[in-house]
């Protein structure tokens, strides 16, 4: 059973987490810091199991919908279901679970009652994520569209209300993961060409989708910016906004499109140290000027 719970945790990438958690996390604790309520443990916890259960539900259906194609892909074929380590029951059943617990995890946040209703929704938005490479190369920003749903779906449950502040957030999550996700995309460039699926990069050439995911992130920081004067924040956060803009920059620097040897060190190493830093820079910010 432990060995089919580590490859469960490992076919939804669950370290991948650090991508979507800190924005939410982040969203929450300004939220929290705006409203003359305290902190709320139950609210806290919500928000980390349907953050949890939701990405897991949407990572366990896209390998259920893309199985046939990691089965074909070199780079893929050693993922969980081509390989034969997991079946595809055990991964269905896993799905419906993660999407049962995420919808009765917002109750937590009763008596508010607008993450119930939005719950169904959003889960449909995120599965359906899985098909859009069959219709539109713009299928890396509905991903981030995904995610960028993250700090709001945060601020909602904890202020029911939409604010300035989660939405520049939001922002910088749509066009930070979008940057990345075509990087990442342009290792399947011929694949998905040669199968009749749509990405940037199989329909632009990996130069282009280069050019559009640097384009991408330096709207990202243009948000920064923007959710650093919505959020009234401070000189730590600034100097941090600063200092992810050249980690950005860095990440662009390791991909060329004759090299594309190291996108997964520009993929994770550097995307994880973006999204825990600012967490704590945003932290950082409000305890200094406390």
């Known amino acids: 059973m432990w060995v089919k719970v580590k490859y469960l945790l490992e076919l939804i990438r669950f370290s991948h987490t650090v991508f979507a958690m800190p924005f939410a996390m982040l969203a929450a604790i300004l939220a929290w810091h705006s409203r003359a309520k305290e902190f709320s443990g139950r609210e806290l916890l919500g928000i980390l199991l349907c953050m949890v259960f939701a990405r897991s539900a949407a990572m366990a259906f896209n390998r259920l919908v ?17 390989a034969g380590l997991l079946s595809g029951t055990t991964v269905v059943a896993f799905t419906l679970v993660c999407s049962a617990a995420f919808i009765a995890s917002t109750l937590l946040f009763l008596p508010n009652r607008w993450p119930i209703y939005l719950a169904l929704p959003v889960l449909l938005f995120l599965l359906g994520y899985s098909y859009t490479k069959r219709f539109t190369s713009l299928c890396h920003y509905w991903l981030s569209a995904a995610l960028m749903m993250s700090p709001i779906a945060a601020w909602i449950a904890i202020r029911a209300e939409v604010a300035w502040t989660p939405v520049t957030l939001a922002g910088v ?25 749509r990405s940037i990069p199989a329909r632009c050439g990996i ?26 924040l401070g000189t730590v956060f600034l100097v941090g906004i600063v200092g992810v803009t050249l980690l950005l920059a860095y990440e662009h620097s390791l991909v060329r499109p004759n090299d594309l040897s190291r996108v997964g060190v520009a993929f994770f190493n550097v995307n994880a140290v973006i999204g825990v830093g600012l967490l704590l820079l945003g932290v950082a910010d409000l305890l200094v000027r406390r």
């Not at 893309?66 to 081509?82: C, E, I, Q, S, V």
């Not at 993961?177 to 075509?182: A, K, L, N, R, Y």
């Open 66 to 82: 893309d199985w046939k194609f990691d089965a074909n892909n070199p780079r893929t074929a050693t993922r969980h279901l081509p």
């Open 173 to 197: 999550v749509f066009f930070w993961v979008g940057g990345f996700d075509i990087l990442y995309a342009c290792q399947d460039a011929d694949f998905d060409q040669a199968n009749q699926l």
């Open 207 to 232: 130069n282009r989708a280069l050019k559009l995911a640097a384009l991408s992130h330096f709207l990202a920081a243009v948000c920064l910016f923007a959710f650093w004067q919505a959020a009234g």
